[in-house]
Nanobody, 125 residues
Framework: QVQLVESGGGLVQAGGSLRLSCTTSRRTFSSYAMGWFRQAPGKEHDFVAVIWWPSDTTYYADSVKGRFTISRDNGKNMVYLQMNSLKPEDTAIYYC??????????????????WGQGTQVTVSS
């Protein structure tokens, strides 16, 4: 059974940092790509970042570029999202997702096959 479990969310002041972690099963980790999305209250799931296997090529949403870094540790079956210089508008539930199918846009949640339960990130001003 494929499982994704996020952790590391919390409350932080603007300008602060958090590191989100996503634990994956081995089968999931052989996926083509691992992504992070976020959903603010009343809004859709927005793409945040993605890292492709095995090239480790990364892509970011313009709103987080230069502040967030996605990485993976193959040995530990972990994916991370380091978030620096956090802003109140970064407040959302953050989801880890795995993309195994080919095709589909890496920026669209519909292209991802498996999802975690989400972790809340709240940034106070």
């Amino acid at each position: 059974q494929v499982q994704l479990v996020e952790s590391g969310g919390g409350l932080v002041q603007a300008g602060g940092s958090l590191r989100l972690s996503c634990t994956t099963s081995r089968r999931t980790f052989s996926s083509y790509a691992m992504g992070w999305f976020r959903q603010a209250p009343g809004k859709e799931h927005d793409f945040v970042a993605v890292i492709w296997w095995p090239s480790d090529t990364t892509y970011y949403a313009d709103s987080v570029k230069g502040r967030f870094t996605i990485s993976r540790d193959n040995g530990k079956n972990m994916v991370y999202l380091q978030m620096n210089s956090l802003k109140p508008e970064d407040t959302a539930i953050y989801y880890c997702a795995a993309k195994e199918r080919t095709g589909g846009s890496q920026y669209s949640r519909n292209a991802y096959d498996y999802w975690g339960q989400g972790t809340q990130v709240t940034v106070s001003s």
